[in-house]
Antibody, heavy 120, light 107 residues
């Protein structure tokens, strides 16, 4: 059963960048979308965008355009989400999730989440 | 930009039927998805394309969508159904968008 394993928790400062990784245990990394969804403490879900690991094509939520970059390295079956110019309200758990679809997250599966704390 | 409105909380007696709504402008013309999230866990898709259940989701979960309101219905509610529930649509301008979430309490 495929698993997505994300990088560990990070503490970083305002204005800096953070890069979260998401590694697939399955050889067939391509052929699916990798969505990124975040959740601030006690708050709801917020979709950030997706990457198509096959083509490298991306689709970002308007809110994050210019601040987020999603990439992948197919040789090691890993997707990355980098968020720049961090603010305190970027403190959240960041999830990656595999999906056969770009318009929703069938979550087959989700990563375990990576807590990013932005604090001076 | 497109917005989805959910009640903050819904309560249901054990064994009764819970209905969680998701409001949006002409949401009936869109596909609606529902996710269940329990504390400390990643979300789980429970309904896709308005009314379809993924494999492994009990038949007690059903969905409907018409006009300006989509509804997730949970029949014979169990203690294990206590969770936050989020609706989601895809919109051509905002792409994937989630509702604010509804906390379901089973009494």
């Amino acid at each position: 059963q495929v698993q997505l394993v994300q990088s560990g928790a990070e503490v970083t400062k305002p204005g800096a960048s953070v890069k979260v990784s998401c590694k697939s245990s399955e050889y067939t990394f391509t052929g699916y979308y990798i969505h990124w969804v975040r959740q601030a403490p006690g708050q709801g879900l917020e979709w950030m965008g997706w990457i198509n690991p096959n083509s490298g094509g991306t689709n970002y939520a308007q809110k994050f355009q210019g601040r987020v970059t999603m990439t992948r390295d197919t040789s090691i079956r890993t997707a990355y989400m980098e968020l720049s110019r961090l603010r305190s309200d970027d403190t959240a758990v960041y999830y990656c999730a595999r999906s056969s679809y770009g318009d929703y997250v069938d979550g087959d599966p989700w990563g375990q989440g990576a807590l990013v704390t932005v604090s001076s | 930009s497109y917005e989805l409105t959910q009640p903050l909380s819904v309560s249901v007696a054990l064994g009764q039927t819970a209905r969680i709504t998701c409001g949006g402008n002409n949401i009936g013309s869109k596909n609606v998805y529902w996710y269940q999230q329990k504390p400390g866990q990643a979300p789980v898709l429970v309904i896709y394309r308005d009314s379809n259940r993924p494999s492994g989701i009990p038949e007690r979960f059903s969905g409907s969508n018409s006009g300006n309101t989509a509804t997730l219905t949970i029949s014979r509610a169990q203690a294990g159904d206590e969770a936050d529930y989020y609706c989601q649509v895809w919109d051509s301008s905002t792409y994937v968008i989630f509702g604010g979430g509804t906390k379901l309490t089973v009494l």
